[in-house]
T-cell receptor, first 114, second 114 residues
């Protein structure tokens, strides 16, 4: 089955610096890659996603890149702010029978230091 | 717009007790899911309901049962709780079960089995 590895598990950056979180996946049939942000005591919330036919997507300070050949995808946050502090999860998704099988990474705890 | 609402938020159970986690969504979504989140393991799918009237097992269904009561509601039942079921449980929904549909999560239910 699909295996998603996520690194690093923790990341501390100074406010204003950039943060990069990297994920790899194993199943070439995966075709959708969402990123979720989870704040303390809350459920995960989608922040950006990318489909397998796209190499890069950007939304203000957040960007995601996908290398299908290497089975790598990454989240880039620029000009980090204290409110970016949270746990971030990557995921790889594909259709299996009648449902969307989503495999999540193990999460990255991002701390932005003011 | 409440999104996905789940109850209770916190629960402590004794081994062998039973309980039901309730979930409702107000987005008119067809598909609903139950995940559990454990430290260092990301989110794992317990059961899903691709559409009203159907339910299927996910990755970790043992010890759980579900009911899709109607289009809005999807409950998770622990018949005889075990300490291994101590976890944070998330209900989620999506417009359709296909890969690429955004999954919206509830805020979580913290369950401790002693």
């Amino acid at each position: 089955g699909e295996n998603v590895e996520q690194h690093p598990s923790t990341l501390s950056v100074q406010e204003g610096d950039s943060a990069v979180i990297k994920c790899t996946y194993s199943d070439s049939a995966s075709n959708y890659f969402p990123w979720y942000k989870q704040e303390l005591g809350k459920g995960p919330q989608l922040i950006i996603d990318i489909r397998s036919n796209v190499g890069e997507k950007k939304d203000q300070r957040i960007a995601v890149t996908l290398n299908k050949t290497a089975k790598h995808f990454s989240l880039h946050i620029t000009e980090t702010q204290p409110e970016d502090s949270a746990v971030y999860f990557c995921a790889a998704s594909k259709r299996v029978g009648g449902y969307q099988k989503v495999t999540f990474g193990t999460g990255t705890k991002l701390q932005v230091i003011p | 717009n409440a999104g996905v609402t789940q109850t209770p938020k916190f629960q402590v159970l004794k081994t062998g007790q039973s309980m039901t986690l309730q979930c409702a969504q107000d987005m008119n979504h067809n598909s609903m899911y139950w995940y559990r989140q454990d430290p260092g393991m990301g989110l794992r799918l317990i059961y899903y309901s691709a559409s009203e009237g159907t339910t299927d097992k996910g990755e970790v269904p043992n010890g759980y049962n579900v009911s899709r009561l109607n289009k809005r509601e999807f409950s998770l039942r622990l018949e005889s709780a075990a300490p291994s079921q101590t976890s944070v449980y998330f209900c989620a929904s999506s417009e359709a079960p296909w890969s690429g549909n955004t999954i919206y999560f509830g805020e979580g239910s913290w369950l401790t089995v002693v």
